[in-house]
């Protein structure tokens, strides 16, 4: 393969030069893909963008399972008073000692949870088979979903949520007509994210809120596995994001940031660690000592605020 010595970046349009070769570790699918680091806001993207034909052929038929037989395991006694004292659900039900207690766990807990809106209408971009949309229902949301995969809105529509099948762009939703987006590990499987955030931009109601979460570039995770981070996702993931490049994304398309955090994910140093040893044997998530050891990564992860997972809320004004 012949290495390109710089490009142009897809998000900032700055110059980027080589970060590293990849293959299909998931998949093990023929092909070595380059990826590059913009110089200006850190994007790292796939060099070249390739072609729908080309992404279309990334995902093969057992690439993500869409379960029929959703279950919802019901919410515990404080999960509902933290969401209830700290989310604005006032509408569940919760014991009065638990809501006093409330606010001081919802520091540990709970913390990736989105604030209530009453009437709230949400759309969840890549609902997969809906389980977040039917969890979200439960919680008083009128929801509505976005599915690209025909067998998972097949199952979505099996458990009467109402769910388009296609792009955002072709669901032709209304301007200014919703309260809540969510896209959670989406973006980076987006070839032109400058184009799906305006969307975004564009059918949210004044005060209303972007939801995503996405793979941070700037982990420690990848920092130490390098190319055998599992979340890189080569080569699913056309563009990975930081909080500086997210932000700026967010921004340009007049949405100000709530909440842009990062989330520790151990399981992802044991899949990585199963990458980088191309261990075929019992998986190391399984192996009571080595996720002993990954909760070591925790701390130093939040040490350095460099999580595996970037949650943010951005909010139209």
């Known amino acids: 393969m012949t290495q390109i010595e710089n490009s142009t970046c897809p998000l900032c349009r700055g110059v980027g030069q080589h970060d590293f070769n990849g293959h299909d570790l998931m998949f093990g699918s023929p092909g070595t893909y380059e990826y590059h680091s913009c110089t200006s806001c850190d994007a790292l993207y796939q060099v070249p963008i390739p072609t729908l034909e080309q992404i279309a052929g990334f995902y093969p038929d057992v690439y993500k399972v869409y379960d029929e037989g959703i279950k919802l395991k019901p919410r515990g006694p404080l999960e509902r008073a933290i969401l209830n004292a700290s989310y604005g ?42 389980r977040f949309l039917l969890r979200m229902q439960e919680l008083g949301w009128q929801v509505q979903g ?20 296609g792009d955002l762009e072709s669901a032709n939703i209304e301007d200014s007509s919703l309260d809540l987006v969510t896209a959670r590990h989406v973006i980076e499987h987006v070839p032109v994210p400058d184009s799906f955030v305006a969307d975004i931009a564009r059918i949210l109601k004044p005060g209303g809120r972007m939801h995503l979460r996405t793979p941070n570039s700037k982990s420690l995770g990848r920092t130490i596995f390098g190319h055998f981070w599992y979340a890189n996702d080569v080569p699913r993931h056309l563009i990975m994001f930081s909080k500086k490049n997210l932000d700026m994304l967010a921004e ?38 080595r996720r002993l050891l990954s909760k070591l990564y925790i701390p130093m992860a939040k040490l350095t605020g460099r999580g595996d997972e970037i949650f943010a809320v951005y909010r139209k004004p």
């Open 89 to 130: 659900y006032h509408h569940i039900s919760a014991s009065l000692l638990l809501k006093l207690v409330a606010p001081f766990f919802s520091l540990y807990r709970e913390r990736n949870s989105l604030a209530y809106e009453n009437g709230g209408k949400m759309l969840d971009v890549g609902c997969a088979n809906g």
């Open 146 to 165: 976005v599915e690209f995969n025909q067998t998972a809105v097949d199952v979505c529509r099996q458990n009467k949520l109402n769910v388009h099948h």
């Open 252 to 289: 340009k398309h007049g949405l100000v940031p709530v909440d842009v955090r990062t989330i520790v994910r151990p399981k992802l140093i044991l899949n990585s660690l199963d990458y980088k040893y191309n261990n075929k044997g019992k998986p190391s998530r399984k192996r009571k000592l």
